[in-house]
C-alpha cells in the first residue's frame, strides 16, 4: 500500500485531480469532508468547540456555523491554534483508520490522503509521497472569480494567505499542471497512478 498527500493551492485542480485517480481505482481521502465529519453536533469535538469558543459559534440547528467561526479565529493565531488542537489530530485518528480499513480491503492499494494543508501541518512526514497540483496565479484568480463570486482583491488575499505554490512545487515528489486540457491532465494522472501501482 502506499499513501500518498496530494496537494495544491486554491483553485489550482486538487479536487479534479482527486477525482481522476478515484476514477483510476485509487481509494481517496478527502480532509475537509473528514474536518465536517469530526465537529458533527454531539460528537466530541463539537462538544469541546462550543465549550471553548462559545454557543455563539452554532446555528439554529447546533450545526457548527463555520462562517462565525472562521471570523473568530482569523487573524487571531492562538485562537486558530486551539481549533487546530481540537480538530487535527481527530482528523488524522480518522485518516489513518480509513487507510488501515483500504489496505486490509487491498494491500496494494494507492490511497490518495487530499489535504490542503500537506506540507503547513506537516502531513507530509506521514506519507510516503506527494504530489502537488499547480497553477498559474491568474487562473487561480478566474477560477474564484467564477467559482466562488470573489472579487481579484478577495482572489487575491486568499491565495497569498497560503503557502506560495513555488515552495510547494519545490518539496513535491510530483508535480501537475492543473491548467492542463482535461484529457491531457487525466492521461498524466493516469500513468502517474500506474507508477505508483507498480512501486506498491
Known amino acids: 500500500m502506499i499513501l500518498v498527500g496530494l496537494t495544491g493551492g486554491i483553485a489550482t485542480g486538487k479536487s479534479t485531480v482527486a477525482g481522476m485517480f478515484k476514477r483510476c481505482g485509487a481509494t481517496v481521502i478527502d480532509a475537509d469532508a473528514l474536518a465536517r465529519e469530526v465537529v458533527q453536533p454531539g460528537k466530541p469535538a463539537w462538544r469541546e468547540i462550543v465549550s471553548t469558543f462559545g454557543k455563539a459559534v452554532l446555528n439554529l440547528d447546533h ?3 463555520r462562517q462565525t467561526l472562521g471570523v473568530m479565529v482569523f487573524g487571531h493565531p492562538a485562537k486558530l491554534r486551539q481549533l487546530e488542537r481540537i480538530i487535527h489530530p481527530r482528523v488524522a ?4 483508520r480509513r487507510t488501515r480499513q483500504a489496505a486490509r480491503i487491498d494491500p496494494h492499494t494507492i490511497v490518495i490522503y487530499d489535504v490542503p494543508l500537506l506540507f503547513e501541518a506537516g502531513i507530509n512526514t506521514r506519507v510516503n509521497t506527494t504530489i ?5 496565479r491568474e487562473t487561480q ?5 467564477e467559482r466562488n463570486g470573489l472579487s481579484r ?10 503557502m506560495p505554490l513555488a515552495e510547494k512545487r519545490r518539496r513535491a515528489d510530483y508535480v501537475l499542471d492543473g491548467t492542463l ?8 494522472v493516469q500513468s502517474l497512478y500506474r507508477s505508483l501501482r507498480i512501486s506498491a
Open 132 to 136: 502537488v497540483v499547480t497553477a498559474d
Open 63 to 65: 450545526t457548527l456555523n
Open 141 to 145: 484568480i478566474a477560477r474564484l472569480k
Open 181 to 188: 486540457p482535461l484529457p491531457q491532465l487525466k492521461k498524466r
Open 153 to 162: 482583491t478577495e482572489a487575491l488575499r486568499r491565495i497569498k494567505s497560503q
Open 93 to 96: 485518528r480518522e485518516q489513518a
